[in-house]
């Protein structure tokens, strides 16, 4: 096209460009609204769902799990607030909040044992105990989640995976990898003895030693000098719960 | 779970570390509590009043674990007793230990409540009579240790709720009660 010259000219283009952006922004405005209404129609669709499960939601730890990863994938938290809708709905907060209570008193009280590390599956078992009373069920899945909600508190909650055991670490001590490999090489027979953890590793007898007394200091190790053998043993607590939910149950 | 006769025993028993002195502190703390706790409910349980430390005793080793407790091991578990005035030893070398699984008032309070019950509130009884009697049957008393006993009657006299009085033909003391 041929430029021409004058105001004339440069009035047309300018109300050209005016004409495109108003065309423009109609366009993103109907999407955006129709972007809005399908969220607002999955919005009421989704609180209709959670209206109809809410007893399963409760009550049914699978349920409940992935009703969470459905909610996770529309982008909406029922645990961001416990005032909003969702909570006031399912009362799913409170669920939650009540849970991180328990696990911090579970965590604080078994510290003195396992030095604060404990085993999640421990940890959900002596939750399942605590709640005997209260009749809907913990999975692994919920105390993640309240495990999650209490990092807030930054109070160094976390959850660390060992080889195959997930553990839930309640004080702030920084695990480094010689402590991490021990702990998972403890998972085989809930100890360790100085000389195998060398001969596995090829660790000098000193590196083997200091790593094994540091987990001892940080409360996580416990020391067993009674076997035939004379050779001091390692308990890790934390990864061989005493309370026998794996295989160390013994009758006579 | 293991159980020694009809006494249902705790999950450290089975963990071999609890067997050895911790050398951390806050470890060590942990195990002499649990330690403590346990031989007080087993000897509750048992009626047990007196552990002697060179003598074998069922708590101080679990042959399923293979581990037993070390003399100084079991010397600073009851130590800790002691402390808490829940033990005392009975000799000055530590081979012997009276366990207070009742403290010495409350045996007196218990004392009282069974004269109540029993009706002996002007009454006469020996010593024996307590401890074997018919009427103790079934109670704590039954079988209870002499020292505990005769310790649990001199409080009663101190507050003037009973007297002691030696017998004239048997050598068994008597006790007259005045609750």
């Known amino acids: 096209m041929r430029r021409r010259p004058g105001i004339a000219g440069l009035q047309t283009a300018a109300a050209t460009r005016d004409q495109y952006r108003l065309v423009g922004d109609n366009v993103a405005k109907i999407r955006t609204d129709l972007m809005k209404e399908q969220l607002a129609t999955f919005r009421t669709q989704l609180e209709?769902?959670?209206?109809?499960?809410?007893?399963?939601?409760?009550?049914n730890p699978t349920f409940r799990s992935q009703f969470h990863e459905m909610c996770a994938k529309v982008g909406v938290d029922p645990l961001a607030s416990n005032k909003g809708f969702w909570a006031e709905l399912l009362g799913i907060g409170d669920f939650y909040y009540e849970l991180?209570?328990?696990i911090v008193n579970i965590c604080l009280e078994t510290r003195p044992q396992n030095g604060g590390l404990i085993d999640l599956q421990e940890l959900r078992n002596l939750l399942c105990q605590r709640r005997k009373s209260a009749r809907e069920s913990v999975s692994e899945d919920d105390c993640l989640r309240a495990i999650s909600k209490l990092k807030v508190l930054g109070s160094g909650f976390?959850?660390?995976s060992v080889g195959k055991k997930k553990l839930v670490r309640s004080v702030p001590t920084e695990l480094n990898r010689d402590h991490n490999e021990i702990l998972e090489m403890a998972q085989a027979h809930g100890y360790v003895t100085a000389e195998e953890v060398e001969r596995k590793f090829s660790w000098s007898?000193?590196?083997?030693?200091?790593?094994?007394?540091?987990?001892l200091e940080e409360g996580l190790a416990m020391i067993d000098d009674g076997h035939r053998d004379g050779k001091r043993r390692y308990w890790f607590p934390c990864v061989s719960p005493m309370s026998g939910t794996s295989g160390s149950d013994q009758k006579i | 779970m293991q159980r020694l006769g009809d006494f249902k025993l705790p999950h450290f028993f089975n963990y071999p570390p609890y067997f050895t002195l911790q050398p951390v502190r806050e470890t060590r703390d942990k195990q002499v509590q649990l330690w403590k706790e346990l031989i007080l409910d087993y000897c509750r349980n048992q009626k047990i009043f007196v552990i002697g430390l060179e003598d074998d005793f069922p708590l101080f080793s679990n042959p399923v674990i293979e581990r037993s407790l070390s003399h100084e091991a079991k010397e600073l578990f009851l130590a800790a007793?002691?402390?808490e005035g829940r033990a005392e030893w009975m000799d000055k070398g530590h081979k012997k230990c009276l366990i207070l699984w009742m403290r010495i008032?409350?045996?007196a309070e218990y004392i009282i409540n069974f004269v109540k019950e029993n009706g002996f509130e002007d009454g006469v009884m020996t010593v024996e009579d307590i401890r074997s009697g018919i009427e103790s049957r079934g109670t704590d008393l039954a079988g209870i240790d002499r020292t505990v006993l005769m310790r649990a009657l001199r409080l009663l006299e101190q507050k003037g709720k009973a007297t002691i009085f030696k017998g004239t033909s048997t050598d068994d003391e008597g006790v007259k009660f005045s609750v």
Do not use: M, P, Y
Request: glycine content about 6%; charged content about 30%.
């Open chain 2, 81 to 83: 007793l002691v402390n």
């Open chain 1, 48 to 59: 209709e769902f959670a209206r109809k499960h809410k007893n399963d939601i409760r009550k």
């Open chain 1, 205 to 215: 007898s000193g590196r083997a030693n200091d790593v094994l007394v540091s987990l």
């Open chain 2, 105 to 107: 008032q409350d045996w």
């Open chain 1, 100 to 102: 991180g209570v328990q």
């Open chain 1, 158 to 160: 976390e959850v660390i």
